[in-house]
């Protein structure tokens, strides 16, 4: 079994390993969620911004998130949201770069140039701030709280008193949950073509139990052995071990990693560089990356193959003998 362009084109042959038999290959198709099984615009995303309000009366825009994403080692929006709620106290606190239109932009790229993630958030706040207006800000800055708040507003006072087992605060105790406004982005028949030709796994940032709700939303049935999550003992993405390991319980020589980042294809070629397996970045342009900015984006950060959505995967892979 092997991946095989269905149109001709995007280099899915370049996946199958020099000197293979196709009778030995075994392919995966390993999905993420966000952005690519459901829409998360109007869920974490909004998640994101909200929770950064009710706690510090003022939050970014809703085009502002993605260059956060953009910078690498945001995978988990917990911390995206501890991010965005630094710039908005160390803007608070005078830092002269984060003035103007161009400021979420400025931040996120110096963020990406000190590696990335909230390591690098936190070098920036206290390079561009006085020691003690840097304290100001790590002192008002209270993750625990901000990841409280996401929590209430994205699963609802229902949900949270399920997975978090506890009470939601009084302002959050009729809040019906952003997650209730996850669109699916796939069709049955997509998952019924990929289920049928392929073993599927899903490697994604969500914690177990929200990642079970959206599966259950797309209609996408997958054993927890060929899952792995937030709550798995693996390093978030863009490190690859999880994805390696999933292939691993997925008895696969070939791997298709259908995403919607950066650093969703960063894994693949991470995995594909240190794994004898092949493995193949699928770009989607469903979730922050859209449109031909978007698409240079993904080619840019080496995806192999970029897609408008997740069910053009039915033209794009046919199975060969």
Do not use: C
């Not at 630094?86 to 003035?99: K, M, Q, Y």
């Amino acid at each position: 079994m092997a991946f095989e362009s269905g149109d001709g084109e995007g280099g899915l042959g370049d996946a199958i390993p020099a000197g293979a038999d196709p009778a030995d290959l075994r392919a995966a198709v390993v999905f993420d969620v966000d952005g690519v099984l459901v829409d998360v615009s109007a869920s974490y995303r909004r998640a994101i911004r909200e929770a950064v309000d009710r706690v510090y009366g003022e939050t970014i825009e809703p085009g502002q998130i993605q260059p956060f994403k953009d910078a690498g080692g945001f995978n988990n929006d917990w911390t995206v949201t501890d991010a965005v709620a630094l710039f908005v106290l160390a803007r608070r606190e005078g830092d002269p770069r984060l003035e103007g239109d161009e400021a979420v932009e400025t931040y996120a790229n110096a963020i990406a140039e000190r590696g990335g993630g909230l390591e690098g958030a936190k070098a920036v706040v206290r390079e561009g701030l006085s020691a003690g207006a840097a304290d100001r800000v790590f002192e008002a800055w209270d993750p625990g709280r901000l990841r409280a708040v996401f929590q209430q507003l994205y699963l609802g006072a229902e949900l949270y008193r399920d997975l978090e087992d506890a009470d939601p605060d009084p302002e959050f105790a009729d809040e019906a949950g952003y997650i209730n406004d996850e669109q699916v982005l796939v069709d049955g028949e997509t998952i019924e073509a990929i289920t049928d030709r392929f073993v599927v796994g899903v490697f994604t940032g969500r914690p177990a139990a929200e990642a079970d709700h959206a599966l259950d939303r797309a209609g996408l049935d997958v054993p927890d052995e060929h899952r792995v999550t937030m709550d798995s003992p693996f390093p978030g993405k863009p490190d690859p071990e999880g994805l390696v390991a999933l292939a691993d319980r997925l008895g696969a020589t070939v791997v298709a990693y259908v995403g919607d980042t950066l650093d969703d294809v960063e894994t693949a070629r991470r995995a594909d560089e240190e794994d004898d397996r092949s493995y193949l970045a699928v770009g989607v342009l469903t979730g922050g990356l859209r449109g031909v900015q978007g698409r240079r984006k993904f080619e840019e950060a080496g995806a192999d193959v970029v897609l408008l959505s997740v069910n053009d995967l039915t033209d794009l892979f046919e199975i060969g003998t």
